[in-house]
């Protein structure tokens, strides 16, 4: 994220989840993201947000920030953590890529 943020220096970085994540994680990313939505956001506003701003592209840990960017065309990279068993990694791939059948350029999936 670092390197994301030096890169795009232009860009604003904005940390979502929820207040259980925040008050769980105590590292500091002040000096990675711009806004710290963590417990502020229903998934409503995250619709809404998604709607209505300019998205350059989308990383996350949790899927229904993926199916949300999806719905509404922005790329996403994600980060499948530890619900996949060792082996399923290239069908629970293909079973997300297939949610972006016109762009499959759309999604990138970070090991």
Do not use: W
Request: aromatic share 12%; charged share 25%; proline share 1%.
């Amino acid at each position: 994220m670092k390197k994301l943020k030096k890169n795009n220096s232009k860009s604003t970085i904005v940390h979502i989840g929820s207040e259980n994540d925040k008050i769980k994680d105590s590292q500091n990313y002040s000096n990675i993201t711009d806004i710290d939505l963590r417990g502020k956001t229903t998934i409503m506003d995250l619709f809404y947000l998604f709607s209505t701003y300019s998205i350059e592209k989308i990383y996350c840990f949790d899927t229904i920030i993926l199916h949300i960017s999806n719905i509404f065309n922005h790329p996403a990279n994600v980060v499948f953590r530890h619900f996949f068993k060792s082996g399923e990694n290239e069908q629970k791939r293909n079973a997300y890529l297939s949610l972006y059948k016109k762009d499959t350029s759309m999604l990138s999936i970070i090991n």
